[in-house]
C-alpha cells in the first residue's frame, strides 16, 4: 500500500515545529551545532575522534550520538575528549528526529558548551527529511563508496550546508572519478562548501577544524 501522503506531512510538520524549539534553546545557550551524517562507515566517528583533540583545550564540546544499537561511538567521542557524550539509541528507527534530539538536549546544561556534535544514523535517505534544529548539516562522503553517490542521493547532497570528502589517501586505489563526483555535486547544491579530508593521513583536516572554529566564534 502507498504511504498516505497527508499522514507524512502531518509527521514531518510536527517534526518541524520541535526542530524550531530545539533550534531557539541550542542558540539561546549560544552553541554552534552541527548534524553530521553520512552513509555506514564514511567516517563520521572517525572525523569526531580527529577533530575533538585540536578543539577540546580552546572549546568544551557535547557529543550526541545516533545508533540503532549500541554505545560505542558514544564511547569513542568520550575517550577523545568530549565534554559530554550522549548515545540515543533509536529503537531500530534508521535517522535520528528532533523528538529524540529534544531528549538527549534535556540531558545537558546547554550552556556550558561551545560546539554540539550530533551524529545522526549512518544512512544517505531519511537523515535527510528530519529536521533537527542545528545550525548546520554536514555530509559526509568517502571514496570508497563510489562517485554516483550525488546522483543515487539528491536529497541528502540538495540540503547540506558543508560536504566532506573523506579518506582521499585511497583516491590511487579506487576508480573514483573526481570531476564526475563535483560534477553531481554542483547540479544539486551550488558552491557548498567542500572539505577533501582523509582522517588516516590527517591531510586537509586543517580548513575543517577553521571551518569549526569560525563558526563557533561566530
Ligand atoms: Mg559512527
Ligand atoms: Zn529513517
Redesign the pocket.
Known amino acids: 500500500m502507498p504511504l498516505n501522503v497527508p499522514i507524512v506531512e502531518n509527521i514531518l510538520s510536527a517534526n518541524d515545529r520541535l526542530a524550531e524549539e530545539n533550534h531557539s534553546r541550542i542558540e539561546a545557550a549560544g552553541v554552534f551545532s552541527i548534524n553530521l551524517m553520512a552513509s555506514p562507515g564514511a567516517g563520521k566517528t572517525s572525523l569526531i575522534e580527529k577533530t575533538l583533540p585540536r578543539l577540546t583545550d580552546k572549546f568544551r564540546v557535547a557529543v550526541v550520538d545516533g545508533d540503532i544499537a549500541t554505545s560505542l561511538d558514544a564511547d569513542r567521542a568520550a575517550a577523545a575528549g568530549a565534554q559530554a557524550s550522549i548515545q540515543i539509541n533509536t529503537g531500530g ?3 535520528l528526529d528532533a523528538v529524540m534530539l529534544h531528549g538527549a538536549l534535556n540531558q545537558l546544561d546547554l550552556k556550558q558548551f561551545d560546539l554540539l556534535i550530533v551524529e545522526n544514523v549512518g ?1 544517505l ?2 537523515p535527510a527529511d528530519f529536521r533537527l534544529g542545528t545550525h548546520k548539516s554536514v555530509l559526509i562522503a568517502s571514496i570508497p563508496e563510489g562517485d554516483d553517490k550525488p546522483y543515487k542521493y539528491p536529497g541528502m547532497y540538495r540540503g547540506v550546508d558543508a560536504l566532506v570528502i573523506n579518506k582521499i589517501d585511497l583516491l590511487p586505489y579506487i576508480p573514483f572519478k573526481m570531476d564526475f563526483f563535483q560534477r553531481g555535486v554542483e547540479a544539486l547544491n551550488q558552491g557548498v562548501i567542500t572539505f577533501p579530508v582523509s582522517c588516516s593521513t590527517g591531510e586537509g583536516l586543517d580548513a575543517w577544524i577553521d571551518w569549526l572554529i569560525q563558526n563557533i566564534k561566530r
Open positions: 528507527e534508521c535517522h544512512n535517505v531519511c
